[in-house]
């Protein structure tokens, strides 16, 4: 079979067979396809979709190119379960949810990615913690899982290697924002992952990949019925991404964000809706609580009482970080040598969230091609939510960067992302939509 065929398959409108959908996953797998013709098939299905039947194949087949963990032989006495997002800015929910769901009774193996498109990734911000084992071995994986309740971890060569290498390429062509490219990612890595229930946080807004809402419904409905297939019971949860998540956008920030969440220190509200949200849809897709409203106080408790910070600093350890990561987390994360805090008048009307994670990635925080390292230490901080009112004590965000010359742009298209009003705007709720089905 001639690769070329199976493009011009899929560029003139066509459905890909079986047998073209195999030959793809298994050159993607063992690097046999080069890159470009990758990215001209991503292209072509970009442009021209894939029906559904096709976007489950490709999902079944990318998920069977590597290592499919069972955890029947764990000896478990909770249920397996995880949570994806399909990407935003300042999303850092993953390190705030895993301790939290483990401490309410459920088992979390969650396989993250990097960075796709202007979106942060997990894995890079995981791997702000020094000694963290991003990359381990499914020995240290499955094992803290079953001694702590959850590990963070990013996607291994063994594990859905088609995706991983696919991924890679779309994040760096233009081809992120395909439904049945985005359901076969996520899903192909958590059917390896040998789930029994997930969680889906489907953003949307100018900072998701989905920016109306008729298209993250779309996205939500093509997950849960694709992972139908596949026997894996899952929910989504729409959530607005018209604003960064939480109070900080870029690696180590988030990481510190995260930090005193779970030290119940600072919690910011639209965050905390999000998390407290998707925890407790866990609980009701693991079976461990049916009520919403109760699975909510259970996650809830599991914060105030200090229990998920526990939980967090005990997987940190057991993937070689700090044994005092929770106590001391200010000295262990890198910072950057030059801080600029951004003032502004009037009341936060809108923001183009895209453009906040775009600024991050001129930052060095974020990827321009495939394997470039990045600075941990860059970002925003103190960010305004649309709403607040600007002035002395109020600033629009505090620039964390390498450089003057690169706070200085920095500035100039943080400024661009925002407009202010004399007047304060309507608030936008952070939970649009639950779908179950």
């Known amino acids: 079979m001639l690769f070329t065929d199976v493009i011009r398959t899929k560029r003139d409108g066509g459905e890909l067979s079986d047998e073209q959908i195999q030959f793809f996953v298994d050159g993607l797998a063992d690097d046999s396809l080069p890159a470009e013709q990758v990215s001209a098939l991503a292209m072509a299905v970009f442009l021209n979709s894939m029906n559904f039947e096709e976007a489950g194949k490709l999902t079944l087949a990318m998920a069977g190119s590597g290592t499919v963990l069972d955890w029947s032989t764990e000896g478990l006495d909770g249920p397996v379960v995880d949570k994806h997002s399909t990407g935003g800015v300042g999303d850092k929910v993953s390190f705030l949810l895993a301790p939290i769901a483990a401490a309410c009774g459920c088992y979390v193996p969650m396989i993250s990615g990097r960075g796709l498109g202007h979106t942060g990734g997990t894995t890079d911000k995981a791997e702000c913690i020094p000694g963290y084992d991003a990359t381990p071995n499914f020995g240290l994986f499955r094992k803290t899982v079953r001694e702590v309740g959850c590990a963070i971890i990013g996607q291994t060569a063994d594990l859905a290697p088609a995706d991983r290498r696919f991924y890679s390429i779309r994040d760096v062509t233009g081809t992120v924002e395909s439904v049945p490219l985005i359901t076969a990612s996520i899903l192909s890595k958590k ?164 453009a906040i994670g775009n600024a991050i990635i001129e930052l060095g925080g974020g990827r321009r091609k495939v394997g470039e390292a990045l600075d941990l230490s860059v970002g925003f901080s103190d960010i305004a939510r649309v709403g607040a009112e600007l002035g002395d004590d109020a600033p629009l965000a505090v620039i964390h960067a390498a450089s003057e010359a690169d706070a200085e742009k920095a500035e100039q298209n943080l400024r661009d992302a925002y407009e202010l009003e004399a007047a304060p705007p309507d608030i936008r709720p952070v939970i649009c939509e639950i779908l179950t089905g």
């Open 191 to 354: 059917i390896a992952a040998g789930l029994q229930g997930l969680v889906m946080d489907v953003k949307v807004g100018t900072g998701a990949f989905m920016e109306s809402h008729e298209r993250a419904r779309e996205l939500g409905r093509s997950i849960i019925g694709t992972a139908a297939k596949a026997d894996l019971r899952t929910h989504a949860i729409i959530t607005d991404m018209n604003e960064v998540l939480g109070t900080t956008a870029g690696n180590a920030l988030e990481i510190a964000e995260s930090m005193q969440y779970l030290r119940n220190e600072k919690r910011d509200s639209r965050l905390d809706d999000v998390t407290l949200a998707l925890c407790a849809e866990m609980l009701v897709v693991g079976g461990i609580e049916s009520d919403r409203d109760t699975a909510r106080g259970l996650c809830d408790e599991a914060v105030t009482s200090g229990r998920a910070a526990e939980v967090f600093g005990r997987m940190v350890t057991a993937m070689g970080g700090p044994a005092d990561f929770i106590e001391k987390y200010d000295g262990h994360l890198a910072k950057a040598p030059v801080v600029r805090t951004v003032s502004g008048e009037g009341y936060v009307a809108s923001v183009n969230t895209r």
